[in-house]
């Protein structure tokens, strides 16, 4: 089965701190994904990595950053957090693209006050 | 990437079927439909996967007409742990994967 794990399931930071949420995966996959879940608006991609120091910026990028050192760990990075970064941040992961199953870690509920 | 639209929300009861309907039609000719499940504090997780026809496994099946417009997700006889929201996505080569609002359905005894 593959595992993914998340380093926190609840966060809670202040405005304008780093804030770094970690992703590990124990399948040897080559691509994952960090996502935001807001209700009523579904998953959004933020950043997909396709190989160690690869990555792609997804649907709403802006206000994040992510780190690829190894394959198995993808972090994701908010540079100075704000209130409107308030959600539910899942990763995935995935052997391929497109019809390729992704799966997906618990989640970390994080909330900036 | 095609755009989906199912409904919000949908209840039943224990022991029924229930069948969600996803429409799509704008899928292209290589896209695939897959359909996720989400329990409360959660990640989605993969339910079933079809290109066309019909596509059965343990937990559901997907029933998608010739002309690929549309999908239908069956559950047989559910559970109150069959309450989740369930997500129809259109998977097409790239990495973007679009998951909408989804179907939140509601399971009662």
């Known amino acids: 089965d593959v595992k993914v794990t998340q380093s926190s399931r609840y966060l809670v930071k202040r405005t304008g701190e780093k804030v770094f949420l970690e992703c590990v995966q124990d399948?040897?996959?080559?691509?994952m994904f960090w996502y935001r879940q807001d209700p009523g608006l579904g998953l959004r991609l933020i950043y997909f990595?396709?190989?160690?120091?690869?990555?792609e910026k997804g649907d709403i990028p802006e206000g994040y950053s992510v780190s690829r050192e190894k394959k198995e760990r993808f972090s994701l990075i908010l540079e100075s957090a704000s209130t409107n970064q308030t959600s539910m941040y899942l990763c995935?992961?995935?052997?391929?693209?497109?019809?390729?199953?992704?799966?997906f870690g618990p989640g970390t509920r994080l909330t900036v006050t | 990437l095609a755009k989906t639209t199912q409904p919000i929300s949908m209840d039943s009861y224990e022991g029924q079927e229930v069948n969600i309907t996803c429409s799509h039609n704008?899928?292209?000719?290589?896209?695939?439909i897959t359909w996720y499940q989400q329990f409360p504090s959660q990640g989605p997780r993969f339910i079933i996967q079809?290109?066309?026809t019909k596509v059965t496994n343990e937990v559901a099946s997907l029933f998608i007409p010739a002309d690929r417009k549309s999908s239908t997700l069956s559950l047989p006889r559910v559970s109150l742990s069959d309450t989740a929201v369930y997500y129809c996505?259109?998977?097409?080569?790239?990495?973007?994967?679009?998951f909408g609002a989804g179907t939140r359905l509601f399971v009662k005894a």
């Open positions: 079809g290109y066309k």
């Open positions: 996505l259109i998977n097409t080569g790239g990495f973007k994967t679009i």
């Open positions: 995935a992961t995935s052997r391929g693209t497109g019809r390729y199953e992704q799966y």
């Open positions: 399948m040897d996959h080559e691509n």
């Open positions: 704008n899928i292209a000719t290589n896209d695939y």
């Open positions: 990595s396709y190989d160690v120091k690869m990555k």
